[in-house]
């Protein structure tokens, strides 16, 4: 199985981000204060930070991700880094030896990080321990593992809004089964000591091993939303669900959509969150996304901060007054 | 119908550039006395300045263009901002829904300028319409309506050649119909002045509106180029001429194409322009876009220090004594 | 035919680097002697210089390459110049006259650099004797004829691991009649003084003017191997050797495939060299590969410092004190 500790060097600190497992609540707590004070950074007229200067960044995209790769870029620019983008066709993953040997040499080109995202449950952790000493590698989604920058900022997210997390209820709406996105939402959620963490889906889109991970199953989108805190909905990707025996998208939405009626149902300074991008009518209507509760645009302006807070922590270098 | 006003803020500054239209003959030579000073940028040994460090510029083109995206990268890159290209397919435009959401994203990731090239006439202006206040646009061309940069490098390369507008007569010549630049330039010659300006084409390619521009229609290229100061030759787009009832290539350029016997028509120190990338021996022949009339390369100088200024200015941030 | 002396200015000092015949032996050691500034400049926390800052570098790529465009881009960051990368297809190179009209706006774009890479053989001399005065070009492999940077890194390695040329015996490997690697490595071992340089291979490998080059020639690999000091192991690129009766991959390993017994018959403190990427199993053995005289990820590293040396020498600007 996965090792979990090797994201971790000898004092314990943290060398890679591969999942939010085995990462203790300080830890958590720790990246999300580091995050607070890039946000800042945006709001400069320089939003530039030279803390990662000369340092090289790879983005090993195996997968394609416009919006991911674009935070990750933008977060290694503001830090002054060298972003180096390699084109990886999906083909070399089959070839265990020239991925190997592609590392190797981008190892031996003086790279600090590589930025891994990949279809395979996995790649992320099987580069990191394959890496030389001096590599960080972050993971930015594998398959149906991890994701654990993008729960990190909606850890962030919910800290802005809530406070804190103990009280909370949290409810995640949609296709747990096959998201990465909701399995580090998990952890995280778990980790920081929230409440109750619920998942709503029909049964189909129920992981079959949900009952080691201390969540509260729902199928009624209704009774899932009761008094929430907060309402995660996940994207519906259509091409992870053949074979799931799914209604169509219009009788998911009738089911699961979140429509500002079942939205009535949460708390009612609950905020409502999606990791993007929408796909409208499906898992919610306009009207939600767009209206007063929504935080999801605020959780792409902090998905910069929290990558920033992450890139600058594992290669050593938290924020200390090094503004420029 | 589209608005004009909206490229300027509270103040009457320039907030996006979109058109020439509505921009008064002062603001057109701001900009040309901007770009002014940035044409010693070129000549330094360090080919940059520091105005735009820490912005982040967003390269969004929907229509491909490398030597337009080549030069818009290159102004951003030496006025030291951060610059992002975004693959955007054609596709993405017909549904606006998913545009709107991808604008709002990158507006989340504190993105302050998209320059927008596009097929569809009106794309920058209803990208401006919709963007959050702190950024700004800047249209790299969109459907047959507008190129305002190009129009702008244009007038910069005749003010060098020419010093005052007032007394010219300026030749356009080539597809007037479909032609943004030839739009672009007519607004910015008239509005600067110039005493004379002529469009030539056959009648298939002269646009129904043509009487509301202020332009002299010739159908015959040696009536069209007698006594002109400048002489702007248009590229001949084929994809946009299908059931133009156009003549051959050949026959076009028997008519219309440029060559040193109809050169000699006018004036002996007249200019010749061409926005570039040429159709030699359609639009002219070799010996005159490398003769020594042409200026034809120093037009695409000229434009780096005219998207340079036009960057600048639009983030707020004339020159000021603050080379590196 | 091509010319050579069209590398060196009027002073006689490197302008272009196309093709490593022509320079002196001095010439080589200085830009060696450069390269070894450049090896501490990847051991320093901040893995940059501000040598060639305000400087534009292009890449035109036509044949595809990332791991020697990515070594070009990482080495041009590092000395903190802007990188431009074009996109240009092969079909361009047909035109003559289009390639020139790009240049000719890259030119005036006052980009300074242009790295070529290009399937044909002379198209680097061809972009440099057409380019103007202020534009410099490295060769980055064209055709069958020269890829100098590489021979250079390679040089670079071997006088790392053996300090003096003069007294080594060198034996290349393989497909020497396809090979620009090997025409310049042999350029560069006879100019350095190697008393002797082999070529191993089939007779069908073996270009029919090796006569002319200075080199030893084995058909049988352990004689090829016996003694020597450094074996350099050259890729089988199957797309070139198409008809040139190539036993199948099996058997061109059963002969030529460098295995550890074979290896044992060379100097007891050979060292093993190979370009890249490596095909395990057909070259080589993944025990030599990975073994303790494979120089191999040495070779890429030196890469990065000897393309900055190249690239600060052609620009004017070698390193002096200017660390930042």
Known sequence: MIQKNIQLDNQGRLKHLLTLEGLTRQMIIDILDAAESFTSVAGQAVKKVPLLRGKTIVN???????????????????????VL????????????ESLLDMLRNLEAMHCDMFVVRHAESGAAHFIASHVAPHISVINAGDGRHAHPTQALLDMFTIRKHKGEFAPLTVAIVGDIMHSRVARSQ?????????????????????????????????????????????VIMLRLQKERMQGANLPSEHEYFQRYGLIPEKMALAKPNAIVMHPGPINRGVEMSSEVADGPQSVILEQVSNGIAVRMAVMSLVLGRPLEGTMT
Chains 1, 2, 3 share one sequence.
């Open 60 to 82: 090993l995209f195996f997968e394609d991700s416009t919006r991911t790769l674009t935070t990750f870029e933008l977060a290694a620019k503001r830090l002054s880094a060298d």
């Open 85 to 96: 983008k390699i084109n990886v066709r999906t083909s070399a993953t089959s070839k265990g």
């Open 186 to 230: 998990i952890h995280a959620l778990t980790t920081l000591g929230v409440s109750e963490v619920r998942v709503v889906a029909p049964n189909s889109l129920i992981p079959t091993a949900v009952n080691t991970l201390g969540v509260h199953v729902y199928h009624d989108l209704s009774e899932g939303l009761h008094n929430a805190d907060v």
